[in-house]
């Protein structure tokens, strides 16, 4: 029997319009901006015209593709509250899916519809191809030379946006918006500049347009949003009585603080609770110091101690601890509170959500792509306190078990486990073959942090190396909480 009801759509989609290209239709973005953009359909018909398209570029996004298609576009979202109580959502914002290996021109053409005010995406912290050394963007890369030498068959998000840009401009569709909703700080900024220095690089006649016409808000979005396995996808069907064969799931809290700054108009998201704001800089500071580098801290500590699920491990006191110390002690200092928030109070909120059982999100996830993570959001800090001489014992550590995680895929049971690191390349894989540790100090990732040239750090650092080999790495954690 339905244990939960389900919240229907709520609006007749067929009188809906797409307004928004999305690329890049994972999890996270259907229950963030498609949860919001359907909640204020839903309450506001007079905004039934910014219905979003979804676009997917990748081979492996066939599946889910297909799933979407079967579907109409309609799938279920399982809000899981902390109480434990959950609430299930019909979504119905997503009023057609693109699959750009078989609808390459179907997806240039929606780039340049002046129907399409907003292209929105989530591509990853790694997708904006942004050389972690020097900060540029990368045109040496394989794809993007590609995409550089054939204008009219891209393969890249850059390619794309540079086809759909050119006909749009060539055609008189008018000013656009790119809003990247990837965790990154000052992402409109880095967007900007990946993809005007693409354009730069193919068009500089395209480049000058968009500097005219185009505009890239920053923002901040927040929604622990786990992947979903296939006994998920039963668990949920079962507890909802539905029948989706693309469901999602998350937590009860959510967030999004956006830049306002729309070249071709925004939806009134603010209405369901969206935030805009003129500087998101204090906000993104906040989540991707305390949020997003907590969950990297806790991730491959927790995997080592075979730990596989997030609430799991935030029931072993060590690691709660650990955790806490953390944003307390080392970021915290470096966090300015924005607006009228409460930090102790977001901190324990923070704590409340990792230890969310009903969402038990997978630790392997939050391991998932630390060379794009660290630079990102622990570096950016880590760098200011050696500067400052901070006690560096707990990110010495995580550095430690990061190395570990990447060097021995071997968790202290003796459990052997793969690696997903996307970015891994030649200098990574040289310097954890090397027989010295420090040696992976120099990777890309860490650059410019000072981390070699910090005696306190890495004597830290090679001690908790040793020891997390000797004795594991929950043992090691025990001596410095």
Known sequence: MNSIKVN????????????????????????????????????????????????????????????????????????????????????????????????SEKLIETIAD????????????????????????????????????NPSAPSTVFGYLAEGLRRRRDGG????????????QHNGNTAKKAFVSFFKAQDPALAEWVEKNVTFPNSMVDRITPATRPEDIERLNAKNGTDDKAPVYCEDFIQWVVEDNFAAGRPKWEEVGV????????????????????????????????????DEAMKDERIRKFVREFMDLDFTPYVPAP??????????????????????????????????????????????????????????????????????????????????????????EKALSSDNPLDFLNIAAFSGAGLRESKAFTDLYLKFVKEIRDKGAMATLETII
């Open 275 to 310: 935030e805009f704001t003129d500087d998101v800089a204090p906000y993104e500071n906040m989540k991707l110091s305390l949020l997003n580098a907590s969950h990297t801290l806790l991730s491959y500590p927790s995997f080592l101690g075979g730990y596989r699920k997030v």
């Open 8 to 103: 229907p759509v709520g609006y007749d989609r067929s009188k809906t319009k797409s307004g928004i290209l999305h690329i890049g239709v994972g999890n996270f973005h259907r229950a963030h901006e498609e949860f919001y953009t359907n909640e204020l359909i839903k309450l506001d018909p007079s905004q039934s015209d910014w219905a979003i398209t979804g676009a997917m570029l990748l081979p492996s996004d066939e599946k889910l593709y297909k799933l979407l298609k079967d579907q109409n576009g309609v799938y279920t979202v399982t809000v899981c509250g902390r109480d434990g109580k959950d609430e299930v959502f019909e979504i119905g914002s997503l009023k057609d899916v693109i699959w750009a290996p078989e609808e």
């Open 114 to 149: 002046p129907n399409t005010k907003i292209v929105s995406m989530t591509i990853t912290e790694g997708g904006y191809n942004i050389d972690k050394e020097t900060g540029e963007f990368n045109l040496s890369d394989e794809a993007v030379k590609q995409d550089l030498a």
């Open 339 to 428: 607006g009228n928030t409460d930090l102790d109070a977001y901190k324990q909120t923070l704590i409340e959500r990792f230890s969310n059982s009903s969402v038990s999100d997978q630790v392997a996830r939050l391991c998932f792509d630390g060379l794009s993570k660290f630079p990102v959001y622990v570096i950016p800090h880590l760098s200011q306190m050696v500067k400052d001489g901070k006690d560096l014992t707990r990110v010495a550590y995580l550095f430690a078990a990061y190395y570990d995680y990447l060097k021995y895929k071997t968790d202290d049971n003796g459990e052997k486990y793969e690696v997903a690191e996307p970015w891994m390349d030649a200098d990574v």
């Open 173 to 184: 569709g008018g000013k656009v918006t790119i809003l990247t909703c990837d965790n990154l």
